[in-house]
């Protein structure tokens, strides 16, 4: 009697731990965007030699653009991002920052738990606004409420907006705290001194994708996104209506 009881005992056990584990999994991929879709630039092959990812800036905003009409995206945001020093009075910190549209919270699932977000009006005015990640703002301002406060990101003075809601750990161990947002053509002409851009989308879901009526490459792309979470790396991307076929003059 007593080893049924404690057998029982076990499996219940183990079936709460898998349980557990479970949930927390899927917590982690909900944090990540669980319907989302990352396209950059590839590399390039220069004289017999590959640059590898990040080796051209061929994608452009123009791309994202293209990219969000496509029928089977509900959203999509450019990307820009790198490392940076961020600096408010005698505090300091190194950290990564991402120059995207407002519409990359609602993708990643950020939400701002003190202040505001940035608005499209900001990415239009490229205005020097950001957003703390719970992990800079703790950093920089121990005691104090940061929303108002000026930082300087190198040496560019910028007004805290709001501070993001912890996530924590990614599933690779990376602290998704440690981040600071701003608008993309802010980051683009004060940070990086490029046009180019990688981009995140969210997909609708939908049962199959649409008949597209777009390139080669829109329609790789769109397939991937119908398959589901995915990370695809292209050399160059745009969404552009292919040209009409030639037509063979015939033999008179």
Same mark, same amino acid.
């Given at each position: 009697?007593?080893?049924?009881?404690?057998?029982?005992?076990?499996? !219940?056990?183990?079936? @709460?731990?898998?349980?557990?584990?479970?949930?927390?999994?899927?917590?982690? !991929?909900?944090?990540?965007?669980?319907?989302? !879709?990352?396209?950059?630039?590839?590399?390039?092959?220069?004289?017999?030699?590959?640059?590898?990812?990040?080796?051209?800036?061929?994608? /452009?905003?123009?791309?994202? *653009?293209?990219?969000? +009409?496509?029928?089977? !995206?509900?959203?999509?945001?450019? %990307?820009?991002?790198?490392?940076?020093?961020?600096?408010?009075?005698? *505090?300091?910190?190194?950290? %990564?920052?991402?120059?995207?549209?407002?519409?990359? /919270?609602?993708?990643?699932?950020?939400?701002?738990?003190?202040?505001?977000?940035?608005?499209?009006?900001?990415?239009?005015?490229?205005?020097?606004?950001?957003?703390?990640?719970?992990?800079? @703002?703790?950093?920089?301002?121990?005691?104090?409420?940061?929303?108002?406060?000026?930082?300087?990101?190198?040496?560019?003075?910028?007004?805290?907006?709001?501070?993001? *809601?912890?996530?924590?750990?990614?599933?690779?161990?990376?602290?998704?705290?440690?981040?600071?947002?701003?608008?993309?053509?802010?980051? *683009?002409?004060?940070?990086?001194?490029?046009?180019?851009?990688?981009?995140?989308?969210? +997909?609708?879901?939908?049962?199959?994708?649409?008949?597209? +009526?777009?390139?080669?490459?829109?329609?790789?792309?769109?397939?991937?996104? @119908?398959?589901?979470?995915?990370?695809?790396?292209?050399?160059?991307? @745009?969404?552009?209506?292919?040209?009409?076929?030639?037509?063979?003059?015939?033999?008179?």
């Amino acid at each position: 009697m007593l080893g049924i009881i404690i057998g029982v005992g076990a499996v !219940i056990a183990a079936v @709460a731990i898998g349980e557990g584990a479970a949930q927390q999994v899927q917590e982690q !991929i909900a944090n990540l965007g669980d319907n989302m !879709i990352w396209i950059e630039a590839g590399g390039r092959n220069v004289s017999g030699r590959r640059t590898g990812a990040y080796g051209t800036k061929s994608l /452009l905003v123009g791309d994202e *653009q293209s990219i969000a +009409r496509l029928p089977i !995206i509900k959203m999509c945001s450019p %990307h820009v991002d790198s490392h940076v020093q961020i600096t408010y009075k005698n *505090q300091n910190w190194w950290t %990564h920052y991402r120059g995207v549209a407002p519409s990359f /919270l609602h993708i990643e699932h950020w939400v701002v738990a003190s202040g505001a977000a940035f608005t499209d009006a900001d990415a239009e005015h490229l205005a020097k606004v950001v957003i703390l990640g719970r992990t800079v @703002a703790e950093r920089l301002f121990p005691h104090t409420d940061p929303v108002g406060k000026t930082v300087r990101i190198g040496s560019i003075p910028f007004v805290v907006v709001g501070v993001l *809601q912890s996530k924590g750990a990614s599933t690779f161990g990376q602290d998704e705290d440690d981040t600071v947002i701003m608008p993309y053509t802010t980051v *683009q002409k004060n940070c990086r001194a490029t046009t180019g851009c990688n981009t995140s989308c969210a +997909r609708r879901f939908l049962s199959r994708p649409p008949q597209a +009526r777009f390139s080669k490459s829109a329609a790789y792309c769109a397939s991937g996104i @119908a398959c589901g979470r995915t990370r695809t790396t292209i050399s160059s991307f @745009a969404a552009r209506r292919p040209l009409p076929k030639r037509r063979r003059s015939r033999d008179r």
